[in-house]
């Protein structure tokens, strides 16, 4: 099953698809409306099983694409970012390949949803993207066997890190260079995990920069996969539903390329993981 979390006429709502096409929707304040991801996340299967039931129920949609569409998650406790977890990104960065993974946090402000303008600061024209996948946690998770890891991971979205190199790299700490206000694209769709490879593996995903491929990769070519980084993660903290991780981007970032290829107004970004989807977002200057 996926979910994708719309607005239309000032009302907002959750559609669902089992295929991807024959999307049905309910609104706030309609009669069966399951709620958003962020609050049906919170029971677990038994509430994903239940808004997919309702939304069966729901309206037909005859344009998906013409809704506005939000982040699927909005209210994530915790939004866990993986750096350097590609081993051509390792090497393309100067860095070392790591033996354990560099966690950083994002914040839902940050953030936008499919088709919404990812903003370029004022203060810098560094504005980079990174493509990555992300999954979601469905279930109370604390220390955490490998072999019991996916039990804990409800679905998973698309994540464009969008990042401020120069402020980032200012610092060893990465937080303020990854939280501008909306740098970060998000969704569009949370696709439930049995629709899927198990820890997507063998996935392939794909960035384009108006239209030409800057990144090309195999999800299995991650440092740590989705089974290791539960394990890591859950070994620190307790990983609560609707917890979101992003999995780090692979090799050709903007900063890579000679001269880097940054982000500008009139841009448009794209992040295609196969059997998730596509996240798009133009890029604007920040007003």
């Not at 239209?211 to 903290?237: C, E, H, N, P």
Request: charged letters at 25%.
């Amino acid at each position: 099953m996926r979910f994708r979390v719309i607005e239309a006429g000032g009302r907002e709502g959750v559609a669902g698809s089992r295929d991807g096409k024959g999307w049905r929707a309910l609104y706030q304040g309609e009669t069966g409306f399951p709620g958003l991801p962020d609050d049906f996340i919170q029971k677990g299967a038994a509430g994903i099983d239940a808004a997919a039931s309702a939304l069966s129920r729901g309206a037909p949609v005859d344009d998906i694409e013409a809704l506005t569409c939000l982040p699927p998650f909005r209210r994530a406790g915790k939004i866990l970012c993986v750096g350097l977890n590609f081993a051509a990104h390792v090497k393309e960065s100067g860095m070392k390949t790591p033996d354990y993974p560099t966690v950083f946090a994002r914040f839902n402000s940050g953030l936008v949803g499919h088709g919404q303008p990812l903003v370029r600061p004022k203060v810098s024209e560094q504005f980079d993207y990174e493509s990555e996948l992300a999954f979601v946690i469905g279930r109370r998770a604390r220390h955490v066997s490998e072999d019991r890891a996916l039990d804990y991971v409800a679905g998973y979205t698309i994540f464009n890190d969008g990042s401020i190199r120069d402020v980032q790299l200012r610092t060893p700490q990465w937080t303020i260079g990854k939280n501008f206000d909306g740098t970060g694209g998000f969704g569009p769709d949370f696709v439930t995990a049995d629709e899927l490879p198990p820890g997507c593996e063998g996935l392939r995903m794909q960035g384009r920069h108006n239209g030409t491929v800057v990144q090309d990769t195999s999800l299995s070519d991650m440092i740590f996969g989705v089974k290791k980084l539960v394990v890591l993660l859950s070994a620190a903290m307790t990983l609560d539903p609707g917890d979101v991780v992003a999995t780090g981007t692979p090799s050709g970032v903007g900063l890579s390329f000679k001269p880097p290829r940054f982000l500008k107004p009139g841009d448009t970004f794209e992040i295609e993981i196969e059997k998730i989807g596509v996240l798009r977002n133009p890029v604007a200057a920040e007003t």
